[in-house]
T-cell receptor, first 108, second 113 residues
Framework: SQQGEEDPQALSIQEGENATMNCSYK?????LQWYRQNSGRGLVHLIL?????REKHSGRLRVTLDTSKKSSSLLITASRAADTASYFC????????FGAGTRLTVKP | NAGVTQTPKFQVLKTGQSMTLQCAQD?????MYWYRQDPGMGLRLIYY???????DKGEVPNGYNVSRLNKREFSLRLESAAPSQTSVYFC????????????FGSGTRLTVV
């Protein structure tokens, strides 16, 4: 079974707006990672947050982690059309388990 | 460029045929993984190899076998392909099982008719 579950399944916004995606998971983790997948391509690693961290930034990305609620969120600020992709969270224990993803569409 | 290389990119098989998907990485990573991705679903782990010489089953290993040929190469074999194995297959690697992200290949789109 999949470990991470993203919400919403799909999100459509205008360029310049912020996009927030959420991830819930079920068991204890070492870290949680977010990936982006452009249509027809492989996944690209965006950011990793360790279980003892609460927030992390990378450029326009902000990730939070709440281990008590077993949830994480990914915020993309000032979105661009090029951010259109599917975004997956993945939890790392002995191996990596992925959710079904959030399909983000950024309209120019 | 450094990364994960998968071959072939596309393949059509008839039910019952066999084939091997190849994966190679040139980043000196220890761990390698095979995932499948079906429409509307995330990636499901088929098999992984935490280090050279070891392999372990993931979520959906039935119908597949793997070989960790050396540190660079990790192949996935379908002995008798079935339509249910129609999917996009991704190989990934990472340096260790610690706090590293995965590097993914570009995928193999397999259709079984």
């Amino acid at each position: 079974s999949q470990q991470g579950e993203e919400d919403p399944q799909a999100l459509s916004i205008q360029e310049g707006e912020n996009a927030t995606m959420n991830c819930s998971y079920k068991t204890s983790i070492n870290n949680l990672q977010w990936y982006r997948q452009n249509s027809g391509r492989g996944l690209v690693h965006l950011i990793l947050i360790r279980s003892n961290e609460r927030e992390k930034h990378s450029g326009r990305l902000r990730v939070t982690l709440d281990t008590s609620k077993k949830s994480s969120s990914l915020l993309i600020t000032a979105s661009r059309a090029a951010d259109t992709a599917s975004y997956f969270c993945a939890t790392a224990g002995n191996d990596m388990r992925f959710g079904a993803g959030t399909r983000l569409t950024v309209k120019p | 460029n450094a990364g994960v290389t998968q071959t072939p990119k596309f393949q059509v098989l008839k039910t019952g045929q066999s084939m091997t998907l190849q994966c190679a990485q040139d980043m000196n990573h220890n761990s390698m993984y095979w995932y499948r991705q079906d429409p509307g679903m995330g990636l499901r782990l088929i098999y992984y190899s935490a280090s050279e010489g070891t392999t372990d089953k993931g979520e959906v290993p039935n119908g597949y076998n793997v070989s960790r040929l050396n540190k660079r190469e990790f192949s996935l074999r379908l002995e008798s392909a079935a339509p249910s194995q129609t999917s996009v297959y991704f190989c990934a690697s990472r340096r260790s099982r610690g706090f590293d992200g995965y590097t993914f290949g570009s995928g193999t789109r397999l259709t079984v008719v």
